[in-house]
């Protein structure tokens, strides 16, 4: 069973950064699975952040947080990081981090949807104050 476990949520002020980890665990190989970012504020539904390919080498962005956020990966320590720079206060959610199950997919805009994924992490709040 796969287990993903974010961490780096926190309360901040509108302009500050914050890095945001997620660790996975359960017995697969990491580097070989899309790894991504979505978040949720109250009332709203689950919204696409990011997404990486297996091996790092695409990554795709919501328009909202194009040039602002960056998402990557240390297969090394099977961990995905979200960079997250110029906060703003409708940044305001709680971030999940999620894998599939499809191995070595190759990243499309098919990522850009919840459903695709597998798993999920229990989530990290991230508050930024404006």
């Known amino acids: 069973q796969v287990q993903l476990v974010e961490s780096g949520g926190g309360l901040v002020q509108a302009g500050d950064s914050l890095r945001l980890s997620c660790g996975a665990s359960?017995?697969?190989?990491?580097?070989?699975?899309?790894m991504a970012w979505f978040r949720q504020a109250p009332g709203t539904e689950r919204e696409f952040v990011a997404a990486?390919?297996?091996?790092?080498?695409?990554?795709i962005y919501a328009d909202s947080v194009q040039g602002r956020f960056t998402i990557s990966r240390d297969n090394a320590k099977n961990t995905v990081y979200l960079q997250m720079n110029s906060l703003k206060s409708e940044d305001t959610a709680v971030y999940y981090c999620?894998?599939?199950?499809?191995?070595?997919?190759?990243?499309?805009?098919?990522?850009?949807?919840?459903?695709?994924?597998?798993?999920w992490g229990q989530g990290t709040q991230v508050t930024v104050s404006s």
């Open positions: 990486i390919s297996w091996n790092g080498g695409r990554t």
């Open positions: 999620a894998t599939d199950i499809r191995r070595r997919l190759l990243l499309t805009y098919w990522a850009k949807s919840w459903a695709e994924y597998a798993y």
């Open positions: 359960g017995g697969r190989t990491f580097s070989d699975y899309t």
